[in-house]
C-alpha cells in the first residue's frame, strides 16, 4: 500500500503497477491507467485504514514486483543486517540512491521492505532501487567485498579503499554485525563525545556517501 499522491505518482513513474486507488474524494486521485479503479471513500473511513494518524487524502494498492536477485555486474551495494526498525531501512533505501548504490540488501529477519513506514521513508527511492532479500555470503559470492561497520573495531572508514566492488553492512539496532559475521573486514567511524554508536541508517548514509566521493575522485 502506497500512501499521499506524491508517492503515488512516483510509484506509477517508475513502472510499478497499479490494482486500485482510494481516495477521500474524486477530486484528490491521482491520474492512473484508466482500467485502475477508483474508490471514493465514505467521511472518516480514510483514517481508518490509513497507517498514519494524519493521512494523506490517496491511498493506492500496487502489485509486488516479481523477487529478484543482486543485479547484474553491480559493484555498489549497501547491506542491512537483521535490520528491524522500518524508518531506518527506508532511510537507508533513500540515501543508497542519492549515493548511487545499485541495490540494497536486507539480510533474511530483516523487516519487511514493503512495508508502509518502509516506503514513506525512502520517499520514493523504493521504486528505484532494486530491494533484495539475500545473506552477506551471497554479497561474496557476487565478487563484492564485504565491508561490516563496527562502534568497537575496525579501520576508519576514510582510510579504507572503497573504489573496487564493495558492499557496506550496517546491522540490526540493539545488536550491529555479529563478531562472527562472514564479511571480508571492518570499518568504523570516529565520533568525539560520549554517545555509543550512530543512529544505522546515520551510519549507512555516511559510508554510502564516503564510496561515492572515493568513486568520484577516482
Not at 37 to 47: D, G, I, K, S, T
Not at 137 to 166: I, K, M, N
Request: glycine share 8%; proline share 7%; hydrophobic share 50%.
Amino acid at each position: 500500500m502506497v500512501e499521499g499522491p506524491g508517492l503515488v505518482a512516483e510509484a506509477l513513474a517508475a513502472g510499478w503497477r497499479m490494482e486500485a486507488m482510494f481516495v477521500a474524494s474524486r477530486a484528490d486521485a491521482v491520474a492512473g491507467p484508466a482500467t485502475v479503479p477508483v474508490h471514493e471513500l465514505a467521511p472518516n473511513v480514510l483514517e481508518r485504514v490509513a497507517s498514519t494518524e494524519s493521512p494523506q487524502p490517496v491511498l493506492a494498492v500496487f502489485a509486488l514486483p516479481p523477487a529478484a536477485g543482486l543485479p547484474a555486474g553491480c559493484d555498489f551495494v549497501v547491506a542491512a543486517d537483521r535490520l528491524s526498525d522500518p524508518g531506518n531501512a527506508g532511510t537507508i533505501i533513500r540515501s543508497a540512491e542519492a549515493a548511487g548504490a545499485q541495490a540494497v540488501v536486507l539480510t533474511p529477519g530483516s523487516v519487511d521492505p514493503f512495508n508502509p513506514k518502509v516506503v514513506r521513508a525512502s520517499a520514493g527511492s523504493l521504486f528505484r532501487v532494486p530491494v533484495v532479500t539475500a545473506t552477506l555470503d551471497t554479497l561474496r559470492a557476487a565478487g563484492l567485498r564485504v565491508l561490516a561497520t563496527s562502534s568497537h573495531h575496525g579501520e576508519v572508514y576514510t582510510d579504507v579503499d572503497l573504489t573496487g566492488p564493495v558492499a557496506v553492512v550496517v546491522g540490526n539496532e540493539a545488536h550491529g554485525v555479529a563478531d562472527d559475521a562472514a564479511v571480508d573486514g571492518w570499518v568504523s567511524i570516529p565520533q568525539a563525545g560520549q554517545a555509543e554508536s550512530l543512529n544505522v541508517a546515520m551510519a549507512a548514509t555516511v559510508l554510502a556517501f564516503e564510496v561515492a566521493r572515493q568513486r568520484r575522485r577516482r
